[in-house]
């Protein structure tokens, strides 16, 4: 019987991939997603972004003794003169000492523990140490580009996929899917940008618990988060199988970890990552996502998950799932606001709100300090004009010179370490749904929240077959 062991492994080529969500309107008419091959990334100077709003006092000198012991042997754990200049612009950028966690831990505090406490076995600290600096300095490093498995190690890899099946044809069908996977975390990625940017100690806090031996972290969160309703919270975690326990009558203590796969990709990028390519961040905290909105059956190594009662499809998260894992990660009441219309052929057939409208629901959210993740589409001409899809992150809008108003974005998949610009006449009328807060998605018409709605015509159509 073959084993794997991929504590210790080498990749020299780059198999390029792209992600996809899949898109899931009001009526849950369901459209894969496909997305054009990305080009070659390009190295991009360091982007960094102006501050975020966020509820942490900002403190950009060392106050304890404490503080500074930590920050001394972070320096001096650093070898790169690159990195010891990322690790001071983290501290006097007030990124550093930041503490908007669950368990109100700083991130000099995470990263002090990365490099003082136990890692996986195949990760090393010091590599996961300069990753996490590369994103304190400009997250947009934060990719979806999927990485591939070296040819050493291909074997090993599609006898874990195939159960050591030794049908020929099975093993070369099984090779081909690994060299040519298209994978589906761009919700999760977004998911992923926004916790980095937004709430940076929590984010750091997950690196932390994740990267450990024991790949796992807890978080608690308020059950209201989830729903009005408490019952309904309770159903909604039973129902996508996330380990949790009740802490009180208003919280939850939930269970947060990647797939059983997703460590043997995350150990490929420990020392083989090409360029481009996710890192060892992105593998394990995307896989965690994905685990989470597809009740626990995602498979890093194939970048697929089961069908459920949502969707019959095996590849990203539906906008529903998508809506909860958002709720669960940042703690917050996320309502997905879907506004186009799709018809059972999976095609555009108008609007639930008009452009103005839109436009300011978004902006009231930027305005409120938040960032949106959203799902826009476009007609697919190689699926006979069926809408196609994909998620990125509006981070900030601005008007030009010339009039022209411009939303700010993140794309996890445009091979740019640097944010975008899309203008508000093109992106408008593409965007499907916005997971925006719930006092904003109420103001403007009596809405349900998204699970309710997804329920009922879960039940509707299990009554009609």
């Not at 010339?402 to 370490?417: L, R, T, Y």
């Amino acid at each position: 019987m073959d084993s794997v062991q991929l504590n210790n492994v080498g990749i020299n080529n780059s198999q390029r991939v792209n992600n996809s969500y899949n898109i899931q309107q009001v009526n849950r008419n369901q459209s894969s997603a496909v997305t054009n091959p990305a080009a070659a990334r390009t190295e991009a100077k360091e982007y960094r972004p102006a501050s975020y709003s966020s509820a942490v006092t900002v403190r950009t000198h060392l106050a304890t003794k404490d503080e500074k012991k930590k920050y001394k042997e972070l320096m001096e754990e650093l070898v790169e003169p690159k990195y010891k200049r990322k690790l001071e612009y983290a501290l006097k950028s007030g990124k550093l000492l930041k503490d908007n966690s669950n368990d109100k831990s700083t991130v000099l505090d995470n990263l002090h523990k990365i490099i003082t406490e136990d890692r996986d076995p195949g990760l090393n600290k010091n590599t996961i140490l300069e990753e996490c600096l590369d994103i304190l300095a400009n997250p947009y490093v934060i990719t979806q580009t999927c990485e591939d498995i070296p040819k050493e190690y291909q074997k090993s890899v599609i006898g874990l996929i195939t159960n050591l099946d030794t049908n020929p044809q099975k093993i070369l069908e099984t090779k081909w899917e690994l060299d040519n996977m298209h994978t589906g975390t761009c919700p999760a990625a977004s998911i992923e940008f926004d916790l980095a940017t937004k709430h940076t100690a929590e984010f750091f806090r997950l690196v932390e618990g994740l990267t450990s031996p024991k790949h796992e972290v807890t978080k608690k969160i308020k059950l209201d988060s989830l729903s009005e309703n408490t019952l309904d919270a309770v159903w909604l975690l039973n129902k996508f199988k996330t380990p949790w326990q009740k802490e009180g009558f208003d919280n939850a203590t939930i269970l947060l970890k990647p797939d059983e796969n997703a460590i043997i990709r995350a150990r490929i990028q420990n020392q083989h990552r090409d360029k481009g390519e996710r890192s060892i961040i992105d593998v394990l905290m995307q896989s965690t996502f994905m685990q989470l909105g597809s009740q626990q059956t995602y498979n890093s190594l194939v970048d697929k998950r089961a069908p459920n009662d949502w969707t019959q499809d095996d590849g990203g998260l539906i906008e529903f799932e998508k809506t909860f894992v958002e709720s669960v990660i940042e703690d917050k009441n996320t309502t997905s606001v879907i506004y186009q219309n799709v018809d059972e052929q999976g095609r555009l057939s108008g609007y639930t709100k008009d452009f103005k409208t839109i436009k300011k629901e978004l902006l009231a959210t930027l305005k409120a300090g938040h960032n949106i993740n959203i799902g826009y589409t476009w007609p697919d001409p190689y699926n006979q004009n069926r809408l196609a899809g994909h998620e990125i992150t509006i981070v900030s809008y601005k008007v030009k010179p010339n009039g022209e108003g411009v939303f700010i974005c993140q794309d996890s998949d445009d091979d740019k370490a640097e944010p975008i610009e899309m203008s508000e006449k093109d992106l408008l009328p593409k965007i499907h749904h916005a997971g925006i807060p719930e006092e904003i998605a109420a103001k403007d018409f009596e809405y349900e929240e998204s699970w309710k709605i997804t329920l009922d015509e879960y039940n509707k159509n299990k009554k009609a077959n």
